[in-house]
């Protein structure tokens, strides 16, 4: 899916990256932990979270996340919004509840970036 | 690692400092990225001085991180002054932490982080001593051997 198909899909406002919504992607990761964050999700997926803290940025950043998807209508704070500029990495916001985010990417063709976790 | 390295620098990590947390880590992706190494190479190599990192912020009063890029591999030592791990075995088990809430709320703390570090190294050591600090030491293959890829 294209990010703009997403953002119009999920009723998202982006927040940070309206000039690269027409980036493809095509996997998904969704956590709240971090650590499983960085275990799980596979460079260039989505990854879709409640957390709202400046980790959550830093998180993507380091496992080349493409853009992260910020679910229950939370958003970033000044310092976040900075940090997320300087990192150049599309924030989105929408008011559905994770559940109903996965739900619809999934819908929509977006795949787990893992479909589940094993020994590696 | 008698090879001259290709890069060798140290950064300083200050305990509790949550706001800066990752910055290291940005910084390290960033040198390696600039010598050309494999976009996966260097995912790893930021992944494990990323944790490492929030390790550092959350449990010890200072540390520093030291980087040491030689032909065909990255290593990273992470050495903080600190409580120590009095059971590294038990640390080392996922699931177990001695987390803060602080730490909780910032998505980590789930007694992920040495674990993650070590399945995402080609060789890691541990080595700490209670009331002094722990010593990390993390390698990172970069040409890979195509017996275990």
């Known amino acids: 899916m294209i990010l703009h198909e997403i953002k119009d899909l999920l009723e998202a406002e982006v927040l940070i ?98 479909e589940k976790v094993g020994s590696k | 690692m008698d090879e001259k390295p290709l890069y060798e620098g140290c950064l300083t990590v200050a305990g509790g400092n949550f706001d800066n947390a990752g ?28 944790e490492s990192e929030i390790n550092i912020v959350s449990y010890a009063r200072r540390g520093m991180i030291r980087l ?29 932490s001695t987390a803060s809430p602080r730490i909780r709320e910032m998505g980590f703390g789930a007694g992920m982080g040495l674990c993650n570090i070590k399945s995402f190294s080609d060789m890691f050591k541990i080595s700490s001593e209670v009331g002094r600090g722990t010593y990390l030491k993390m390698i990172i293959k970069t040409n890979r051997d195509p017996l275990n890829s």
Not at chain 1, 96 to 105: C, H, M, T
């Open chain 1, 17 to 114: 990256g309206e000039d690269q919504l027409d980036m493809e992607v095509k996997t998904a990761f969704m956590a709240d932990l971090m650590s499983d964050v960085l275990a799980f999700a596979t460079a260039g997926s989505l990854l879709i979270t409640g957390l709202t803290n400046p980790q959550v940025l830093r998180t993507a950043d380091v496992i080349d996340i493409a853009a992260i998807i910020m679910g229950r209508g939370k958003r970033l704070s000044p310092e976040m919004t900075q940090l997320a500029e300087m990192m150049n990495i599309p924030v989105l916001t929408t008011k559905y509840i994770l559940f109903e985010v996965a739900g619809r990417l999934y819908s929509k063709g977006i795949r787990g970036c893992i």
């Open chain 2, 68 to 96: 040491h890029v030689v032909p065909g591999s990255i290593m990273i030592e992470a050495i903080d002054e600190g409580p120590g791990i009095p059971d590294i075995e038990l640390a080392m088990q996922p699931g177990y």
């Open chain 2, 23 to 50: 910055e290291v880590s940005a910084s390290i992706k960033t040198i390696l990225k600039k010598m050309g190494l494999p976009s996966d190479v260097v995912r790893k190599a930021a992944l494990v001085t990323y």
